[in-house]
């Protein structure tokens, strides 16, 4: 009874053609049509944070979105960041700082970050914590997730670097 | 969970919107940010067999000047709000609420017209348009009307909107020149919904209260306007009682019940505080926009 409908977007730089099922959120896009599986769906509505992506530059969630909404859109997804082998500066301050456990949530307290980074001057941490508490964690208690996104902002003013954490 | 089927139509105009709505008949829904709706489907409490896009339609979003007071264009993202100068300008009450509404990627995405549309009494817009007079501009297939945000929100999840009608806009009346404001709000945790909050405004005519209004949130079906504290209010000069007498008015105008978050008691105990807080507040706004 319901048809697919084609959609052209871009996904970490990628171009795809893709035709999806409206009903398709883009959490189960990105991980199942395209195989980035990076993003983590945790409670599919809207209050875990784990499926955070970016839509055209702002963090959104990817289990409150529908990929056939999207044509023409830019998404970016936790694999934009780094690789294994080179952390961006964010990754790299998270595993110095001791900012993941079961890493479940990590994707999306790192895709959080890039957009908080992005539009706060996270100045204290009472708005770091402001910042990521639409996020759960449930094995760090926080407090070295919010040591590494003070690290960067840390830098971010050090340097006078605007740029991708 | 994952959604229900459906079919999806990105609708062009406001127009070609509502001839969807007309053709399906009670069976269409309508998809602004999507930020309450996609939880109701993604938890299968609705099902629809048309979702109407409304985000490819231009010009509905956007703050812009109206009549000495601001509209809003339902398409206004959350965050819009948050960061609009104008607004600020204007309507600090709105920007201060902004400041509890979600959390920023949920700000991104959702609207103005999608939280006035949902009616969660425990959300800021709705509290805030009842607050500030609003206006809310609707769009059906007899054209367009314009409801009191009084007159809109009928009880929790539900509003005087047609199921063939749009919100396309909302209206805020100006202020007069010497108002203050306030906004509290109590929460468990930063960005959920409040268990009880507060919206109020003071306009002082020399020291006498020209105007007050307080609008509560979370502690009824719809946002309420605690008239009776209002009244108090009026024509009064600075007296701490006084504020103290209003706040317990507004307790009693509460209609809150008892939930998983807290009792009904406390809800009602949590109003008499945050009012409290809230009118002196903006007393002290209010007088030194006066001096």
Redesign the interface.
């Known amino acids: 009874?319901?048809g697919t409908?084609r959609i052209s977007l871009t996904v970490n730089g990628v171009r795809h053609e893709k035709d999806v099922?409206?009903?398709l959120?883009l959490a189960?896009f990105l991980r199942e049509t395209l195989g980035l599986t990076g993003t983590h769906v945790g409670c599919?509505?809207?209050v875990c944070?784990a499926c955070?992506v970016l839509?055209n530059g702002?963090?959104?969630?990817s289990?409150?979105?529908?990929a056939?909404?999207l044509d023409g859109a830019e998404i970016e997804t936790v694999e934009s960041l780094g690789t294994v082998e080179d952390l961006s500066p964010l990754q790299q301050a998270y595993r110095e700082h001791g900012a993941l456990q079961c890493g479940f949530c990590t994707p999306g307290m790192l895709m959080?970050s890039v957009?908080?980074l992005k539009?706060y001057p996270l100045a204290s941490d009472e708005e770091i914590?402001?910042?990521l508490?639409?996020?759960l964690c449930r094995c760090t208690g926080y407090a070295h997730i919010v040591d590494a996104v003070r690290a960067v902002a840390k830098a971010r003013v050090k340097t006078g670097d605007g740029g991708k954490p | 969970m994952k959604p229900p089927a459906f079919e999806y139509v990105a609708a062009g105009s406001v127009d070609e919107a509502v001839s969807l709505l007309v053709q399906h008949d009670g069976e269409a829904k309508v998809i602004a940010g999507g930020q309450s709706l996609v939880p109701m489907l993604n938890f299968r409490l609705l099902s629809p067999a048309v979702l109407v896009d409304l985000n490819r339609i231009p010009g509905l979003d956007g703050v812009s000047e109206h009549e000495g007071g601001l509209r809003i264009g339902a398409l206004t993202r959350h965050r819009t709000l948050e960061t609009s100068e104008i607004v600020k300008a204007r309507f600090p009450v709105l920007n201060a609420a902004m400041q509890f509404v979600a959390h920023l990627a949920i700000r991104n995405r959702g609207t103005i017209g999608g939280s006035l549309c949902h009616a969660d009494p425990a959300a800021e817009l709705p509290t805030i348009a009842v607050l500030l007079d609003a206006e809310i501009e609707a769009a059906g297939p007899k054209g367009e009307r314009v409801i009191a945000a009084q007159d809109f929100f009928e009880s929790a999840l539900s509003t005087t909107l047609e199921e063939d009608e749009i919100v396309t806009g909302v209206r805020l009346p100006a202020l007069p020149a010497q108002t203050g404001w306030a906004f509290e709000e109590f929460a468990r945790r930063s960005g959920d919904f409040g268990i009880a909050g507060v919206g109020v405004t003071i306009a002082l005519d020399g020291n006498a209260v020209a105007e007050a209004r307080v609008a509560l949130l979370g502690v009824g079906q719809t946002p309420i306007r605690a008239r009776a504290a209002e009244k108090i209010l009026h024509g009064k000069q600075h007296d701490a009682e006084l504020i103290a007498a209003a706040a317990q008015a507004a307790a009693s105008a509460a209609e809150p019940e008892d939930d998983l978050h807290g009792s009904a008691d406390y809800r009602r105990h949590l109003v008499g505080v945050l009012t409290r807080r809230a009118l002196a507040a903006a007393w002290d706004r209010a007088a030194e926009a006066a001096a």
Not at chain 1, 58 to 61: E, F, L, N, P, T
Not at chain 1, 63 to 66: D, I, R, S, V
């Open positions: 009874m319901n409908l099922e409206p009903r959120l189960d599919e509505h809207g944070g955070t839509l702002d963090s959104v969630r289990c409150l979105t529908f056939v909404q959080t957009d908080l539009k914590r402001e910042g508490s639409g996020n």
